[in-house]
């Protein structure tokens, strides 16, 4: 499992917290080195930190491809050890959804693209493929099986995050069962409340396309997406919280 795996400290950084930030920000922050998901994130991606030594030991350099990501995300990995291991980090977001940050272009490049068709990148043209958090968010089934295929085409190595359906709590609003309701009933109460990260819609039909915007899946559904892949878990309180498809080809060992 994901939680029998340790870093060290060279690899990690530790942002400062911001005390501005609401209780459900802080959980889920990945600027505060003290939130529950910035300790969760540093203890998982060190299966991936592991990985880009194995292939700059190889190959003298780093090639990553961030599918949905965002820059804050790396907040997590300490700078120099991105240099020292000559890492590149391209991130596709669709627009709108890309953060750049010109002062970092040594490391991070940009692009805009939906990681659902990524066809401007040829296939294997990084080392990793990376994402987290972000199949949930692209769609239906017919979606996801694109994301996947694109992920398993870009790289020979991949790793890819997402949160498991049966933990009890939904982690954008971060209350427990609330996945588990059917979608009306998911609407009124983000049609009435703040709940997480939704801020109350101001319409049912803006509720709507919140909850409809959000697919979690289970275990099995996600080694159907990633047949080729080791499926780890991480756990919280002896549960699955969230679930990792990871490939390390022959050239990453």
């Known amino acids: ?17 911001n005390r501005n930030m609401s209780l459900t920000q802080w959980v889920t922050s990945p600027d505060s080195k003290h939130s529950p998901s910035s300790a969760f994130r540093r203890k998982r991606i ?11 030991r190889r190959y003298g350099f780093v090639t990553i491809l961030d599918v949905g990501g965002r820059r804050n995300y790396w907040n997590c990995v300490n700078l120099d050890f991105l240099t020292r291991h000559q890492v590149t980090i391209t991130i596709a977001n669709l627009p709108g959804d890309l953060e750049i940050r010109s002062r970092e272009e040594e490391i991070f490049r940009y692009v805009e693209g939906d990681g659902c068709d990524l066809s401007m990148f ?3 043209s990084f080392q990793i493929a990376h994402s987290n958090s972000v199949l949930e968010h692209v769609g239906g089934w017919e979606n996801m099986t694109r994301f996947a295929r694109e992920i398993r085409r870009l790289a020979p190595n991949f790793y890819v995050q997402t949160p498991n359906f049966w933990f009890p709590i939904e982690p954008h609003v971060m209350k427990p069962f609330f996945h588990f309701l059917p979608r009306t009933a998911q609407a009124h109460l983000v049609r009435r409340f703040n709940l997480g990260h939704f801020i109350q819609a101001i ?19 996600f080694q159907e997406l990633f047949p080729d892949a080791t499926i780890l878990t ?16 022959e050239a990453g060992e």
Do not use: W, Y
């Open 122 to 124: 040829a296939d294997d």
């Open 203 to 221: 319409s049912f039909g803006d509720a709507m396309r919140k909850v409809e915007g959000i697919n979690l899946i289970d275990r099995k559904l």
């Open 1 to 17: 499992m994901i939680s029998t795996i340790h870093q060290t400290s060279s690899r990690l950084s530790e942002p400062s917290p």
């Open 46 to 56: 060190a299966l991936l930190l592991h990985l880009i030594e194995k292939i700059h």
């Open 234 to 249: 991480e756990k919280l309180c002896l549960m699955t919280k969230s679930l990792v498809a990871f490939r390390a080809s």
